[in-house]
């Protein structure tokens, strides 16, 4: 798993210099989650949509839609595509649009997301589904704590209390940093457990850089038959150390000689 | 094609009854609603199938993407509440999360236009069809009566995409035979012949055309009227065309802005195909306000009388 999320890191850092675009700081502090999702949770259909075990495939909604580059990543590195088409991340035609969309039939992407805060609405919907045809899929949401300013997410996360979603999962990145700054000083969420505490969540709090932590916490939630949310507290640019916590790399992309810093010190 | 007996019938029933009659045969159809359902009459297909009925509260923008969701599995998502809240609300959710990847979602508004009445401005929406016909992968439409509605609930339940369908608060003058009118998707609906003024129309205001067309007629002036329910993709084009060439004068008229609506389609067709100078008759750039219904129509001069008025103006200056 190590070694699988350096090559996560790593494609990360290549697709967005190569596109000279991107969302780098994000990307980097989800990585864990992702890599832990795909490979230890969720269950992944052996091949996208043509495959018997498709239909009963857990869904996942990137609602934070910038850090499409790790969930691209990981998809390939899952063999959902080749891991070649990662380089044309963000170019004229490519299937791996800057934010994820359907729209190119890209292998593993359930939904477009992109513009903050509709995602868990989405899934909120997929959920319903999902019950409505007596599917035993999880749906599993992964949100920015930026993104939680957004009014909409509040709605949905008070949708699926009302509907009592045991088959919905949400994740937190909390990395604290947004576009403007720390989220603390553009628009504090804190307290955010007792929030979504207080719409109905039962929330776990963990390292989200430690797999195992996020491991434990998703088959808790998943067993629990409870609403459950996680906040995994991460660090922005995570695996970087000119990039970690540095909200200036929210949308930038690294040069030549960056790029080689950082893949150096991820070899290291 | 047209009904000989009065009968004054409501568009929203027509929805509600459509709804439950459709849900009866597909399981897949689902509807949502923002706490509005007893007036945009969702509730009767809440009544019959409980657990495929999602209200959302007064939350639009989480009802959109739920919508979306529901929608990404295979089921078909009617979604209601008033034209208002149902377009501007949640502008964003409808481009990116529905129409963006083309889900097929079916949003049917009530409450369109000046005509919403007593709640004035803030509920008044003569913008909708503008911003809905500008987002790609939109079909829009605009029904006439009570039983056309009955067939384009149908027709949109059975074609694959996102949709918008504008429907009126008021009860409306049963205008097309129930038996003998069939709802076509690519045609504009010639409802009169004439030879001097081509007057295009959609929904409520159809009937107060045909009345202004009696009116004109009673001076000699021969009106053709052309109903075009579908104004995007704007299937009518070929038969506005063809009938403004024959008279030479096009007339438009909608309970709606005069900006982005139907007179926005009539005239960027003509503009390519046949410049015509073209009149638009809606309400101008301006918000409503409060009134009775026939009080507001009158006062947007959208009544029959108040458009016999400006269309003999504009005829006999031209």
Redesign the interface.
């Known amino acids: 798993m190590e070694n699988f999320n350096k090559e996560v890191r790593y494609d990360i850092l290549k697709m967005i210099h190569a596109a000279k675009s991107g969302h780098p700081g994000g990307s980097l502090s989800c990585v864990e989650i992702l890599s832990v999702l795909y490979n230890k949770i969720m269950t992944v259909p052996s091949l996208w949509k043509k495959s018997p075990d498709f239909i009963s495939r857990d869904r996942f909604v990137l609602s934070k839609g910038h850090a499409s580059a790790a969930l691209y990543s990981v998809l390939a590195r899952r063999g959902f595509f080749s891991t070649q088409e990662l380089m044309t991340f963000r170019k004229l035609g490519t299937r791996l649009q800057g934010h994820p969309?359907?729209?190119t039939n890209l292998e593993g992407i359930?939904?477009?997301?992109?513009?903050l805060?509709?995602?868990?609405?989405?899934?909120?919907?997929?959920?319903?589904?999902?019950k409505?045809?007596n599917n035993p899929a999880y749906v599993y949401v992964l949100l920015g704590d930026g993104e939680m300013q957004e009014?909409?997410v509040w709605?949905?996360l008070?949708?699926a209390s009302?509907?009592k979603l045991d088959n919905l999962i949400i994740v937190i990145d909390k990395n604290n940093l947004q576009i403007d700054g720390d989220t603390s000083e553009v628009k504090t969420l804190e307290p955010l457990d007792k929030k979504l505490e207080a719409f109905g969540w039962s929330v776990k709090s963990v390292d989200g850089h430690n797999e195992d932590e996020l491991e434990k916490a998703f088959m808790q939630a998943r067993e629990s038959k409870k609403l459950c949310a996680i906040i995994a507290n991460t660090i922005k640019g995570k695996g970087v150390s000119f990039m970690e916590d540095a909200a200036g790399w929210h949308g930038k992309a690294p040069n030549d000689e960056e790029l080689r810093r950082a893949l150096e010190e991820l070899n290291a | 094609m047209l009904k000989k007996d009065l009968e004054i019938k409501s568009p929203r029933n027509a929805y509600g009854e459509t709804l439950v009659e459709l849900g009866a045969k597909n399981t897949d159809i689902v509807v949502l609603d923002a706490d509005l359902s007893c007036s945009t009459q969702t509730c009767k297909f809440q009544k019959a199938y409980p657990e495929r009925f999602f209200n959302s509260g007064i939350a639009e923008q989480d009802m959109m993407c739920t919508a979306a969701g529901l929608a990404t599995e295979g089921k078909i998502p009617f979604v209601s509440t008033f034209a208002m809240f149902a377009t501007a609300r949640c502008l964003d959710q409808i481009r990116n999360s529905i129409c963006y990847p083309k889900l097929n979602v079916k949003i049917v508004a009530t409450h369109g236009g000046i005509t919403v009445g007593e709640d004035g401005a803030s509920h008044q929406a003569l913008e909708d069809i503008s911003y809905m016909r500008s987002i790609p992968n939109m079909t829009v439409i605009v029904p006439a009566d009570y039983n056309e509605v009955k067939q384009v609930i149908k027709y949109v339940s059975e074609i694959q995409g996102p949709v918008y369908v504008r429907l009126a608060r008021t009860n409306l003058k049963t205008i097309f035979d129930e038996n003998k009118y069939v709802f076509n998707p690519n045609k504009a609906v010639k409802v009169r012949e004439g030879n001097d003024v081509t007057i295009i129309t959609n929904g409520e205001t159809l009937g107060e055309v045909l009345d202004c067309a009696q009116l004109l007629q009673n001076d000699g002036i021969s009106a053709e009227v052309l109903h075009t329910p579908v104004i995007k993709p704007f299937t009518a084009a070929g038969d506005v065309i063809e009938s403004v060439k024959k008279t030479g004068v096009a007339v438009t008229v909608e309970n709606h802005s005069v900006i982005g609506g139907l007179g926005s389609a009539v005239c960027e067709t003509l503009s390519e195909n046949l410049p015509t100078r073209v009149l638009r008759i809606g309400t101008p750039d301006c918000f409503g306000q409060s009134g009775e219904q026939r009080e507001l129509m009158d006062f947007y001069g959208l009544t029959g009388e108040k458009l016999y008025q400006t269309i003999s103006k504009y005829l006999g200056k031209k």
């Open positions: 969309s359907t729209r359930e939904v477009s997301t992109g513009s805060g509709q995602g868990l609405s989405i899934a909120v919907g997929i959920a319903l589904a999902l409505l045809s009014g909409s709605e949905a008070m949708s009302h509907k």
